[in-house]
């Protein structure tokens, strides 16, 4: 009973008495089985809060630990534990689950059942992707994660659904592989698959040479190749904009909201503490990569004719910002890394809900056939609008204060840091070029679909019968709390900050820098 009920556990498993319920619940009862997995999903995220009333956010290191014995002749263990560099992400994964269900309401009429038990699953191995503390115990859930997701889209995807989720499916488990097979080779050479344990014994056997710098730079890249897929990085991100534009908005709203976040906090959990040396070798190269994504990320969003292609590439640009801030090997760049992680949760995940609401009513997602729709829908106009505002990092909203702080940290790792003797400032001075690409593609769109003269989709919907309606009540409360969250970081950033500073100051002074 002390296993059940302790906080993380009840945290990770919480949703699993939902899909126990909708498991004897009749596939007709929709409206029932809805509102069993929302209330399912806001208990869980009353959870979290628990956890988070119980952390804190001065102490450096892991807490809430629950371990126990699982496969003693393997040394694995169950072991969940949170701190500063995964609090923020569990409770963005309970915050965005339940506002991704609400959306469903009207949107998903097929298989609701089905669909409601996959998404919560979905939920219980994206908790312990971010909990997990033993290497073997996170691969489970990060793989078992791929099973939902691939259905989510398969099912209840676009008419190119199964295409985008077998690439979705195939490139996630290719880098997968690697990881695995380094995995293994640190369970052989340490003795133990927990990740603190790892950490405490792996200096010894650098500094003996048991383990090679060429062996540990391998190891580090083959984790690089499971977790750049998922960020995903360029040029490893071809996947992405298929899944995103095939998945369902509730899909695409916890795609880009959270299941990218899974490949930068890998990158922040297990490459940087595991592989301290090989890190700081391979950072210019990493931040070359992602100043590469920030522009062909952006420049690509420019092009697009459909809109959440657009939000989708523009994924690619800010998942590039994450990365060059959290390689910039300092707290500010570091800080700043996790906090643009929430952020574009917030503002991505705002803008494919507001997609997905329009599509409803329209059925396209074709720009050029949008305009006026701010006269039409004025209450849609402003919620978009401030959604883009925070996508393209308008001061006073939360984006700015992300990538500001990343490229701070940016200029610091050029001036005197891991990007010196490679790139200096360049990285982050080419990288501030994206922020204004961002505002060209972001107001591009906002322009042709909200303001001019109405488009030809206007009267098209007339013809069918009725109007285009504005946002209606559920739709309104479903977004409200992105909206305030994007204020409230760009306003009063500190009690984020405060929660995450401590545990990135250990990371960084373990570094060789």
């Given at each position: 009973m002390e296993f059940l009920l302790q906080p993380l556990t009840l945290l990770t498993f919480f949703p699993l008495l939902g899909v126990l319920v909708l498991l004897f619940m009749s596939s007709e009862a929709k409206t029932a089985i809805r509102w069993v997995a929302l209330v399912t999903s806001l208990l869980t995220f009353g959870v979290s809060l628990w956890v988070l009333s119980q952390f804190q956010a001065s102490?450096?290191?892991?807490?809430?630990?629950?371990?126990?014995?699982?496969?003693?002749?393997?040394?694995?263990?169950y072991y969940l534990a949170v701190d500063g560099l995964s609090i923020l992400l569990v409770l963005l994964t309970a915050f965005l689950t339940p506002i991704s269900i609400l959306s469903t309401w009207k949107a998903v009429e097929d298989r609701v059942k089905d669909f409601m038990i996959f998404f919560l699953l979905l939920e219980v191995g994206m908790m312990g992707v971010f909990l997990a503390q033993d290497l073997f115990m996170f691969y489970i859930f990060w793989e078992f994660t791929l099973v939902p997701m691939y259905f989510l889209i398969g099912i209840w995807g676009g008419p190119r659904r199964?295409?985008?989720?077998?690439?979705?499916?195939?490139?996630?488990?290719?880098?997968?592989i690697l990881m695995l097979i380094a995995i293994l080779f640190l369970g052989v050479q340490t003795g133990t698959f927990n990740v603190p344990d790892m950490i405490?014994?792996?200096?010894?056997?650098?500094?003996?040479?048991?383990?090679?710098?060429?062996?540990?730079?391998?190891?580090?890249?083959?984790?690089?190749?499971?977790?750049?897929?998922?960020v995903p990085m360029w040029p490893l991100h071809s996947w992405l904009p298929d899944a995103h534009v095939e998945a369902p908005t509730a899909g695409s709203v916890i795609l880009a909201g959270v299941l990218l976040k899974m490949g930068t906090y890998g990158f922040l959990r297990f490459n940087i503490p595991l592989f301290p040396d090989a890190t700081v070798a391979a950072a210019p190269w990493i931040a070359l990569f992602a100043t590469i994504g920030?522009?062909?990320?952006?420049?690509?969003?420019?092009?697009?004719?459909?809109?959440?292609?657009?939000?989708?590439?523009?994924?690619?640009?800010?998942?590039g910002f994450v990365m060059l801030g959290m390689f910039a090997l300092n707290a500010q760049g570091v800080s700043g890394a996790i906090l643009q992680m929430i952020n574009h949760g917030l503002s991505t995940g705002a803008l494919f809900l507001l997609i997905g609401m329009v599509y409803e009513q329209t059925h396209t997602r074709d720009i050029k056939v949008y305009g006026g729709l701010w006269k039409?829908?004025?209450?849609?106009?402003?919620?978009?609008?401030?959604?883009?505002?925070?996508?393209?990092?308008?001061?006073?909203?939360?984006?700015?204060?992300?990538?500001?702080?990343?490229?701070?940290?940016?200029?610091?790792?050029?001036?005197?840091?891991?990007?010196?003797?490679?790139g200096g400032v360049w990285f982050a001075g080419i990288s501030?070029?994206?922020?204004?690409?961002?505002?060209?593609?972001?107001?591009?769109?906002?322009?042709?679909?909200?303001?001019?003269?109405?488009?030809?989709?206007?009267?098209?919907?007339?013809?069918?019968?009725?109007?285009?309606?504005?946002?209606?009540?559920?739709?309104?409360?479903?977004?409200?709390?992105?909206?305030?969250?994007?204020?409230?970081?760009?306003?009063?950033?500190?009690?984020?900050?405060?929660?995450i500073v401590p545990a990135i100051e250990k990371l960084i002074q373990a570094l060789p820098l």
């Open positions: 102490n450096p290191d892991l807490q809430l630990e629950a371990q126990y014995s699982w496969i003693p002749g393997l040394n694995i263990y199964l295409y985008a989720s077998i690439k979705f499916f195939l490139y996630t488990m290719a880098g997968s405490a014994k792996l200096p010894a056997l650098y500094s003996s040479g048991t383990i090679s710098a060429t062996t540990q730079m391998w190891l580090f890249i083959a984790f690089t190749a499971a977790f750049a897929i998922k920030i522009i062909y990320g952006a420049a690509v969003s420019y092009a697009q004719a459909d809109v959440k292609k657009l939000v989708a590439y523009s994924s690619v640009s800010h998942l039409v829908m004025p209450i849609f106009g402003t919620i978009m609008l401030i959604a883009s505002l925070s996508s393209m990092g308008l001061p006073g909203l939360n984006g700015f204060v992300g990538e500001f702080t990343i490229l701070l940290g940016a200029f610091g790792a050029g001036v005197d840091g891991v990007f010196k003797p490679m501030a070029v994206g922020v204004i690409l961002a505002a060209v593609y972001i107001l591009y769109m906002f322009q042709k679909m909200f303001l001019g003269p109405e488009g030809s989709i206007v009267e098209e919907v007339k013809q069918h019968g009725h109007a285009l309606r504005d946002l209606n009540w559920r739709e309104i409360v479903t977004v409200a709390p992105l909206l305030i969250l994007m204020f409230w970081i760009g306003l009063y950033p500190a009690p984020f900050f405060n929660l």
